[in-house]
């Protein structure tokens, strides 16, 4: 296994850290997950600025130094040969790692067939700075760990009140008379392919509603999906909850307006 570090490449799966490494003892990373396209960063669908700015955004916000992006930018080069995807991460005092990893082998089918999904409710499946992506994912990887013995492949993830917020990987897409819905709010992490859906949507002319989803709102739902830049659009054809069982049409032809915004003519 190859990965970028400190702007050298290493071939190991091991990494060097102190023992008293913010990074270890408290998770102080940011980091994002970026698919490329092309082989090339500068693909428009692999939305490399998007990336950078999310990371820059989130070392100004919170004091850190100036990344090397040049450096960043290198050793992404250096991988994206071998990854399908890139996780670029960035430590507290400037130094940053490039890893890479493959596509899931049954992607095709979740996107065809849709997966099951899992409601998690509890504080402790809760994401500190849920406004950001950091290295401290332990409540929603808790909620994917849960997720997977009820027999699901994503969790839910909730808030105090019930509303849902976004899933253990990515961002919620609801189908109801006649409009998509996502989740708004400060509460979940806007993800960079939220994003790209939403300009493509609103580029065709579809309104978006972007309001809370307070609890019950699932059940005016014909379809629903998750998003993120990895495996673009999956649908979801059942929600767990604690006592209930909610079944969704995965093939909702609805879906293809989202499904299009990842086709090389959309951007």
């Given at each position: 296994?190859?990965?970028?570090?400190?702007?050298?490449?290493?071939?190991?799966?091991?990494?060097?850290?102190?023992?008293?490494?913010?990074?270890?003892?408290?998770?102080?990373?940011?980091f994002t997950t970026l698919r490329i396209y092309g082989q090339s960063l500068d693909h428009p669908l692999t939305q490399w600025q998007a990336h950078q700015q999310r990371l820059a955004q989130a070392l100004e916000v919170f004091g850190w130094?100036?990344?090397?992006?040049?450096?960043?930018?290198?050793?992404a080069e250096a991988l994206l040969q071998t990854y399908p995807v890139l996780r670029l991460t960035c430590l507290p005092d400037g130094r940053?790692?490039?890893?890479?990893?493959?596509?899931?082998?049954?992607?095709?089918?979740?996107?065809?067939?849709?997966?099951?999904?899992?409601?998690?409710?509890g504080d402790r499946y809760q994401r500190p700075l849920p406004a950001y992506k950091t290295g401290n994912y332990l409540g929603a990887w808790l909620a994917l760990?849960?997720?997977?013995?009820?027999?699901?492949?994503?969790?839910?993830?909730?808030?105090?009140?019930g509303q849902w917020l976004e899933t253990s990987t990515g961002n919620l897409w609801g189908w109801a008379n006649g409009h998509w819905h996502t989740p708004g709010g400060t509460s979940l992490l806007a993800g960079i392919g939220r994003?790209?859906?939403?300009?493509?949507?609103?580029?065709?002319?579809?309104?978006?509603?972007?309001?809370?989803?307070?609890?019950?709102?699932?059940?005016?739902?014909?379809?629903?999906a998750y998003s993120n830049s990895a495996v673009q659009?999956?649908?979801?054809?059942?929600v767990l909850g604690d006592r209930s069982r909610l079944e969704l049409n995965p093939q909702h032809p609805a879906l293809e307006a989202l499904r299009a915004a990842f086709e090389p003519n959309s951007t």
């Open positions: 296994m190859a990965y970028w570090f400190n702007g050298q490449l290493c071939q190991d799966s091991e990494i060097a850290l102190t023992v008293n490494d913010p990074a270890l003892l408290y998770g102080a990373t940011v130094p100036c990344l090397d992006w040049n450096g960043l930018r290198q050793g940053a790692l490039v890893t890479g990893r493959d596509l899931p082998a049954d992607l095709a089918t979740m996107q065809s067939q849709g997966i099951v999904a899992w409601v998690a409710r760990q849960a997720a997977a013995q009820h027999g699901a492949r994503e969790a839910i993830l909730v808030d105090a009140q994003q790209l859906l939403l300009e493509h949507l609103e580029h065709q002319g579809d309104r978006v509603n972007r309001a809370p989803w307070p609890p019950g709102i699932i059940r005016r739902f014909e379809a629903l659009v999956v649908p979801i054809h059942t």
